[in-house]
């Protein structure tokens, strides 16, 4: 920024004025680094025919998602592997079956896309106008070099049906960031005919149109979670603090202790706890839940700290009807905070009006809510009673209403008031 002086001709005179300049320089745009990742409870297979198996994708932003399909337990594909599968490719991946790229338009939104499958087993001819062809060099003896405009999984899709596959997926976004790590596959039977049977072809999905998973109730250290599936499943779950990188859907089976034959990348998961061991854990909690088909469940995650911040990140998998396991790969995510715990309250009453030291005095705690730890037994010479000038007779309670109401009896030792109390933080709410 700066100034000036100018003159203007104006008639036969001259007219002096001050010039402020202004000097216009572009913003710098912010790189977009950020990484694309699928919204929860996505991708997911929305349904498997003979014909074609349909899946449901949603990320968080404008971009791509790159698939391949392989044959069931096979090697997984590297990230740049599958990448390229959309785009030219001279070195197809070995045991791909279909591969391709879906354009994601819409961040946020559930959209549906479609993988072909065909009963045509002949040998694919692919047609002339997919190939590139570059003559050799002039003058020289050289051959001329023939590439594949598209990959040939693309263009010569082979998944059949009565076949096994694992379908992997990619997300890249607008700007080219890709997720750093493939998540599992998601494994898929296809029926050898379109078949009315729901859910025996396609791994176990949650049931999206009443928004589960979700918490129903926050505690202090617990939390009571509410799912429902569209189909039977085993659901295993971890519990992160918010701030760790979400787990794979090995880490998750493996925590639980459970295996799997998928194939990794460059070794074959024979132990997914030992697979889990290498990666370490930091989990807070765990469970796995047998879930019945379109039956609301309820799950508690329990030992949990006040005032904290988690993640619930789960992963199922079904059994079709010839037995093999089909894995809900991509692990959906649940966040939840806990609350500060709210402490039960007890009020200690008494019916008696006139009190002696010769005649034991009765004593009333009622809690506000259940509580469970609350003691005060002769076998255990724990009494959370505290009385001052007084004894609880027979170091023990009778119990009125259990986990609730408890009737004491006091024997005061010397003339003068009579002091009855409960500590706070030596029972827990149930």
Not at 159 to 169: C, R, S, T, V
Not at 184 to 207: C, K, M
Not at 373 to 384: K, N
Request: proline share 6%; charged share 15%.
């Amino acid at each position: 920024m700066g100034s000036s002086t100018w003159i203007r001709a104006r008639g036969s005179s001259f007219v002096a004025a001050s010039l402020l300049l202004l000097i216009w320089r572009p913003s710098l745009a912010t790189a977009d680094t950020s990484l694309p990742s699928f919204d929860s409870s996505y991708p997911r297979v929305h349904s498997v025919t003979s014909t074609e198996i349909t899946l449901a994708l949603s990320l968080n932003e404008v971009g791509h998602v790159y698939y391949a399909v392989v044959p069931k337990d096979h090697a997984a594909p590297s990230i740049a592997e599958l990448k390229a599968q959309g785009s030219l490719s001279t070195s197809p991946l070995s045991g791909v079956e279909s591969c391709g790229v879906f354009s994601i338009g819409t961040p946020n939104s559930a959209l549906s896309y479609t993988i072909g499958v065909t009963e045509d087993r002949s040998e694919c001819v692919v047609p002339d106008e997919y190939f590139i062809r570059q003559p050799g060099f002039y003058g020289l003896d050289t051959e001329e070099t023939i590439e594949l405009l598209y990959p040939k999984c693309k263009l010569c899709p082979k998944l059949y049906p009565g076949g096994e596959y694992d379908i992997y997926l990619l997300a890249s976004d607008a700007a080219g960031n890709d997720q750093t790590a493939l998540p599992g596959p998601l494994t898929v039977l296809i029926p050898t005919a379109t078949s009315a049977v729901d859910g025996i072809y396609r791994p176990p999905n949650f049931d999206s149109t009443i928004g589960l998973p979700s918490v129903y109730q926050s505690g202090g250290t617990y939390m009571k979670l509410v799912v429902t599936m569209e189909q039977a499943a085993e659901l295993a779950y971890v519990v992160t603090l918010a701030t760790q990188p979400p787990p794979d859907m090995f880490s998750i089976f493996a925590e639980n202790g459970i295996t799997t034959g998928i194939i990794g990348r460059h070794r074959r998961h024979r132990s997914l706890l030992e697979h889990h061991t290498i990666h370490g854990s930091g989990y807070i909690t765990k469970g796995v839940h047998n879930i019945l088909k379109g039956v609301t469940s309820e799950i508690f995650v329990m030992s949990l700290t006040e005032v904290t911040a988690y993640t619930v990140h789960f992963a199922a998998r079904s059994q079709s009807a010839t037995g093999v396991y089909l894995y809900q790969a991509v692990t959906t995510q649940l966040d939840m905070s806990t609350i500060t715990k709210q402490r039960p309250v007890a009020s200690i009453t008494s019916s008696i009006i006139t009190a002696t030291n010769t005649a034991p005095i009765a004593v009333r705690v009622t809690w506000d809510r259940d509580v469970t730890g609350f003691l005060c037994t002769a076998w255990t010479f724990v009494c959370e009673l505290t009385v001052s000038n007084g004894l609880v007779v027979g170091n023990a309670y009778t119990v009125v209403t259990d986990k609730l109401v408890y009737d004491f009896q006091i024997m005061p030792t010397n003339e003068g008031p009579v002091i009855m109390s409960i500590s706070p933080g030596q029972h827990i709410q149930i």
